[in-house]
């Protein structure tokens, strides 16, 4: 089966240090996979090799701290991924390669930083995520392999 989810967060908020983005609208979902809105929680419902990939617009009025602006893809399997920026008004993107062996495995994206994070306000859309499952198998029937040269 093919999995895939792309979600929104449309809405200008505050993030603080250790909450998740909570996404706001799904764009996209197919499979057996699901988002809570009311959590920031993506549940993986399948075995399977997942790419996830995010991007967050911040908006950070003063300087960051030295560790920058981070957000984070933290898994209940134990499994993050970073990705951060110095500047404090650049979007900023991550990716990673989520491999369920057991599920469910829930992850979601949080901020890392060592400060809270306003997300930008002037942009339609603040961050997005999309995983696509990335070990699918399409099978059919064989057909006439040729003359035998």
């Known amino acids: 089966m093919n999995i895939a989810l792309q979600i929104e967060k449309l809405?200008?908020?505050v993030i603080a240090v250790g909450e998740p983005v909570v996404f706001d609208t799904v764009a996209y979902?197919?499979?057996?996979?699901?988002?809570?809105?009311?959590?920031?929680v993506i549940t993986f419902n399948e075995t399977g090799r997942y790419i996830v990939d995010w991007w967050v617009s911040p908006y950070v009025a003063a300087t960051p701290a030295?560790?920058?602006?981070?957000?984070?893809?933290v898994t209940s399997s134990g499994n993050q991924a970073d990705?951060?920026?110095?500047e404090r008004n650049d979007?900023?993107?991550g990716i990673?390669?989520?491999?369920v062996t057991n599920a469910p495995v829930t992850m979601r994206l949080v901020n890392a930083s060592a400060a809270s994070v306003d997300l930008a306000l002037s942009l339609p859309?603040?961050?997005?995520?999309?995983v696509v499952e990335d070990d699918t198998v399409i099978t059919g029937p064989?057909?006439?392999?040729?003359?035998?040269?």
């Open 125 to 130: 859309v603040k961050a997005a995520l999309r």
């Open 83 to 86: 990705g951060g920026t110095h």
């Open 91 to 93: 979007q900023l993107s």
């Open 96 to 99: 990673g390669i989520i491999d």
């Open 11 to 13: 809405t200008s908020t």
């Open 66 to 73: 030295q560790t920058g602006v981070v957000f984070a893809m």
């Open 142 to 149: 064989t057909g006439a392999t040729g003359p035998v040269i």
């Open 29 to 40: 979902s197919s499979g057996n996979i699901s988002y809570n809105a009311a959590t920031g």
